[in-house]
C-alpha cells in the first residue's frame, strides 16, 4: 500500500508519480514502439485499428463516463470527422491543417447538436443522438455532390512535408502518435477545471448547481468537445478504410462505441482504452479460435453474434464496472496480497438516491 | 564475409518469393472470403459459402487440383467497410491466401478491394457493383468482377418492355441507397433513349413495411408500367399493393435482386403476372433438369438447406475460378492464373448463355425478361443484350 506524501504541489501535479509507474509505463511505451517489428503483418494493422477506436471511445468517454450523457449518435461526429477530413485532403490541404480543422468543424457540430440536445437527459438524451445519426447518414448518402452519394469518394494518403504514411509502420505511428496526444490532452483537461466540473454535473445537478458551476454549459462543452474528439478519430478512420462510403457509420459503430465505454469501466479514461482493446479484438479473437473448434461448431452462422452478446451479458451481470473496475481490483490484490480484504470496493456507505434531483 | 552471406540469403529468400505466390504450398492452396456473418443480410449467407465449399470440397475430394488440396478460409465482414478491411488484411497478411472468391457487399467490398490487388492477390467475383469496383481498384488486372451492372441490364429490360407493351406512363419505385441509385441511372437511360420522361417516382427507405403511399402516387398519375428497384419483401409488397389498389391494367417490372424463387414462392396470388429482368436464369435447383436436381440433391445432403440461385451461382462462379488454376498447372503462379482466367469461357445451368471476360468483366451481360405465371418465373422475351 501506499499513502501520498505531497511536499510541494508540483508533487500533485505529477502524471508519473512513482518509480514504478515510469516503469510500467515505459515498458508499455517500448513494447509499442517495437510492436511493428516484431509483430506478424497483420496484427500490425489491427493495432492500428485499435488505437483508432481507442480515441472514438476516449471521446465518447467525456460526455458518457464524465458527464453522464448517453449518446446513441457518436457514429455521426466520425462520420463528419471522416468526409471534413477527406474533403479536405482532396482540396489539397495538407494532412496535420486537416485532421485540426476535421476536429475543430466536428467540434462545432457537436456544439450545435449540444445546445438543444442538454435540455433533455437520459433516454430522451439517447433518442435525440440516435435521430441525429440517422439523419447525417442520409444526409451523407443523399448529398452526392459533395460525399459522393452512397458510391463513396476515395481518401487520399496521408503525406506530412512530402513523406508518405499511408505504409502500415507510418500509419501505426501516425495513430499512436494521435492517440497520445489525445490521451494527454483528456488527462491534463479531466484533471483540471472543466474535468471536475463535469464529474460534478455527472454525480449531482443539484449540488454542482449549488456549487456555483453552470450545468448547462459544461454539458454543451462535454458534448461538443467529445464530438470534436471522434471526428479526430474519423479522420484517422477515412485512412483505415482508403474509400469512405455511408455505410460504415452506420447505428451498429455507435452501439459498438457505448458497448465499449459500458465494457471499459465508465468515468475512466485508462476504461475507454480497454474496452477499444477488448471490443476490437472479440471478433479477431472469435476467427482466430474457429479453426480449434469443431467444424460443426466453427461452421455455424451467428457464432459471431452469439459471442458476442455472451460476453456483454455476462459482463454487465458480474463485473459492472467493467474492465476497469477488475483492473483496479486485480491492482489491488497483488499489491495487498495476502491480506487482501474482501469487501474492499464494497461501498460503505450509501446514500439516498433520488431520480428527480441528481 | 559474413555481410554477404546475409546478403545471399536474402537475395535468395527475395527470389524464393517471386517465384511462388502467396497461399500456394507445396501440398496446398489457400483462398478466402468475407461474407456478411453477423450483419444484416447474414441470413443469405450459408447459401454463398456452402455453395463455394461444395465445389472446393469437390476439388479436393479428388485429390485436389495438380496435387494441391484448396484450404477455405471464411471471415466476417458484418457488411460494415471497417470490418470488412481487417477481413481482408487478415485474409492477405496472416492467412496469406492466394485468392480472395465471391465477397459480399458494396460498401465492403469497396473498402477491401484495393488492399488485396496492391498486396497481389486475385479478388475474384465480387458480389457487388462490378463498375464502380473496377474504378477503384484502378482497373487491375488481379480484379475479375462477374455481377453484371444492374444499370445496363435494367436498362436493356425496359426498353424491351416499352417496345414490346407500349406503356404510355412508367413509374419507378426505389430503395434509398447504392442499390436505387444504380438501378435508377439505368432506369433514367432508357427513358432518355425512348424520349420519355418518368410519371412518377416514390423511394422507400431499406426496412419499410408500407408501400400504399408509393403505389397510390403511381396511381394518381396514371402510370401503366411500374419499374421497381426493391429486393425480396418489398417487390412482394408492391405486388401486392397494386393489385390492392386496383392497377389491374399495369405491368410491374422488377431489377435482378427481386428477380428470384423466393419472390414467386412468398408471394404466390400477390406477385402472379409481375415481369423481371435478369441475367441468370431463375430456376429452383431442387425442380430444374437433371443435372441441376442432382446438384441441388448433393448440397442438401452437405449442407442440410435447400439450396437457391444463390447458392449455384457462388457454386458456378466458384468453377471457373478452379479450372483456372487447374489450367495454370503444377508450377501456378498468379500471373499464370491471371492468363488461364481471361483465355477461358465458362457456362453453367445457372447461365443464360457462356460468360469469358472481356476487360476482366465477365461479358456478355445478355438478359431476358421472365415473368411469373403459375407461381414460377417463365421467360417472355427472348435473350438479348443491351447494345
Redesign the interface.
Known sequence: MRFPYNTSYRDAQKLLRYRADWLAYGLLAAVLIAAPWIL????V??AT?IFIMCVASLGLMVVTGFTGQISFGHAAFVAIGAYTHTLLLTAGVPFIVSIILAGVFTGLIGLLVGLPAIRVSGLHLAMVTMAFAIIVEQIV??WKSVTG????I?VPPPRIFGFDLGAQKPFYFLCLAVLLAVLAALVNLLRGHAGRAFVGVRDSEAAALSLGIWIAGYKVLAFSISAGITGIAGAL?AH?????????F?L??SLELVIMVMIGGLGSLRGAVFGAVFISLL??AI?AMKPFLPDRVAGQ?????FV?GLVLALFILFEPMGLNGRWLKLKSLFSAFPLYRKDTFRRGKTYMKSERYR | MFSRAIFGAALALGFAAGAQAAGIKDTEIVVGTHLDLSGPVAAGMPQLRNGMQMRLDEANDKGGVNGRKFKFVVEDNASQPQVAVRAAEKLINSDEVFAILNPFGSGTNAAAVKRAVDAGVIYFSPWGASAILQKISGNSPLLFTTIANYDTTTAAGLKWMIDQYKPQKVGFIFQEGPFGDLLGAGVKAAMEEKKMTLAATAGYKAGDLDFSSQVARMQQAGVDLVVTATIIRETIAVAGEMKKAGMTNAKMLTGTPGRINLVAQLGKDNVEGIYGVGTWNPLVPAKGSEDVQKWAATFKSRYNLEPDETGLLAYAYTDWFVKAVEAAGRDVTTDKVVAALRASSQSSLIFYDTKKFVNNHAMPESVKVEQIKGGAWTAVSPLFNEK
Open positions: 506478424p503483418r497483420y496484427y494493422g489491427e485499428y448518402g443523399r452519394g452512397f458510391t463513396g476515395p478512420f483505415h478504410v482508403q474509400f469512405v462510403t455511408p455505410e460504415g452506420s451498429l459503430l471478433p479477431t476467427s452462422f451467428g457464432l459471431e453474434t458476442f
